[in-house]
């Protein structure tokens, strides 16, 4: 069983074409999207890319997609933002969004939000969880030197201690983590040709490249 991971695509328009060739060469089982399909919109842009994709899928929002890309991704059958969902058999739970940044962005949460919002969540220790921000103090949340990712999403995490969280977000962090038993994949920014293949058996990742 197999993922592919795309983050960040910020409605590049190339990324369609990028997406739709990383999945006809991986062959994936499911496709996770892991937040900021655009960049403030389009929605246009949003509702071709999910068309490309040809393989059942889940997705949470991004701090750069407003409520018109959520709104979507229900419409659609996709989101997994605070709720569970089970897809080829494998078990996903999800928030979108992210923690405050400095640039106003149109879906940011205080802490007290998401930590009030994660209270509700019930996950496994089986289940895939997404977040397009990625928790504090590990490789994914590293921003110049920086640990700028969200406490609440770390307090949830090694609280529950799903198998795996995989987000998105900081451009600049790279690679796989650990809280507890926990894997913190970091997907790169598909607006630059980059994702994760992700095997849901063993947690190993695989990059791919446009």
Known sequence: MKAV?????????????????MIERSRPDVAIIAGDLTARGPVGFAEDFLD??????????????????AALLEKRGVSIHLKAKKVAGIAFAGIGGSNP??????????????????????????????????????????????HVGSRALRAFLEKTQPRACVCGHIHEAE??????????????????????????????VKELRA
């Open 175 to 204: 690679g796989t983590d650990r809280i507890g038993k926990t894997k913190i994949i970091k997907v790169p920014a598909l607006q630059h040709g980059r994702a994760l293949l992700l095997d849901l058996k063993n947690l190993d």
């Open 5 to 21: 991971c795309f983050s960040d695509v910020h409605a590049e328009e190339i990324a369609i074409e990028w997406a739709q060739g």
């Open 52 to 69: 490309a994709i040809t393989v059942p899928c889940v997705a949470v929002f991004g701090n750069m997609d407003d409520a018109r890309i």
């Open 101 to 146: 940044t400095p640039f106003d962005t149109p879906t940011e949460f205080s802490e007290g939000e998401i930590a009030a919002m994660l209270a509700g969540m019930r996950v496994t220790h089986e289940t895939i969880f997404i977040s397009h921000f990625p928790p504090f103090g590990t490789k994914a949340d590293l921003l110049r030197g920086t």
